[in-house]
């Protein structure tokens, strides 16, 4: 979904370095989320936004931070990168504003590839 | 947390078949079940999604149907084509979060045989 951006789209790095991933989106969505997805395992939930000012740990937070820097963008930080968080990041949205209709839509960016070595 | 699984893993069709993958979760009060495409090299798009008012959707040749008594639901696609190839993935409400947020099964890959 060209609205929502992942940079970079791959990434090579070394053990113990600072990674961040940023994710920007013009669907004009508050709500954002991080996922993981390894093989077999689909996506898992890192961290979610509801808004710029509400953060909310997914179920495998651990190594991992986030930034809201502003409604469109949403950013996820490895502070010392290790081999087993090789894999592929998904940054995602959806329109709260509709949300009392209950959940909606999530609408995901390309992803990045990230290797750890 | 939500638990859901989905069954198969891999699924290989002619073209032309039907092809059904199905989800069961674990809590009752989920009302909202999405269907996810992936393609290779992208992220996942939704194809459909159904609420818990409902018991089966349609949108040519996919539908979805849900059983809610039985916590299960099912995606179906008929007159597969090559390019329904792909992996799929189904989710239901993550509980620990509110339902705020949504918890995926673990994938399956669709391969249809020209």
């Known amino acids: 979904d060209a609205d929502v951006t992942q940079t970079p789209r791959n990434r090579i790095t070394k053990t113990g370095k600072r990674i961040m991933l940023e994710c920007s989106q013009t669907k004009g969505h508050d709500r954002m989320y991080w996922y993981r997805q390894d093989p077999g395992l689909g996506l898992r939930l890192i961290y979610y936004?509801?808004?710029?000012?509400?953060?909310n740990k997914g179920e495998i937070s651990d190594g991992y931070s986030v930034s809201r820097q502003a409604q469109a963008k949403f950013s996820l930080s490895l502070e010392s990168a290790i081999p087993n968080q090789t894999a592929l990041y998904f940054c995602a949205t959806s329109d709260g504003q509709r949300a009392s209709g209950g959940n909606q839509p999530q609408h995901f960016g390309d992803g990045t590839r990230l290797s750890i070595l | 947390g939500e638990n859901v699984e989905q069954h198969p893993s891999t699924l290989s069709v002619q073209e032309g078949d039907s092809a059904v993958i199905k989800c069961t979760y674990s809590?009752?009060?989920?009302?909202?079940f999405p269907w996810y495409k992936q393609e290779l090299g992208k992220g996942p798009q939704l194809i459909i999604d159904i609420r818990s008012n409902v018991g089966e959707k349609k949108d040519q040749r996919i539908a979805v149907t849900l059983n809610k008594t039985a916590k299960h639901f099912s995606l179906h696609i008929t007159e597969t084509q090559p390019e329904d190839s792909a992996v799929y993935f189904c989710a239901a409400p993550q509980k620990d979060t509110g339902r705020r947020a949504l918890t995926f099964g673990s994938g399956t890959r669709l391969q249809v045989q020209p």
């Open positions: 809590d009752s009060a989920s009302n909202y």
């Open positions: 936004s509801f808004d710029v000012k509400d953060i």
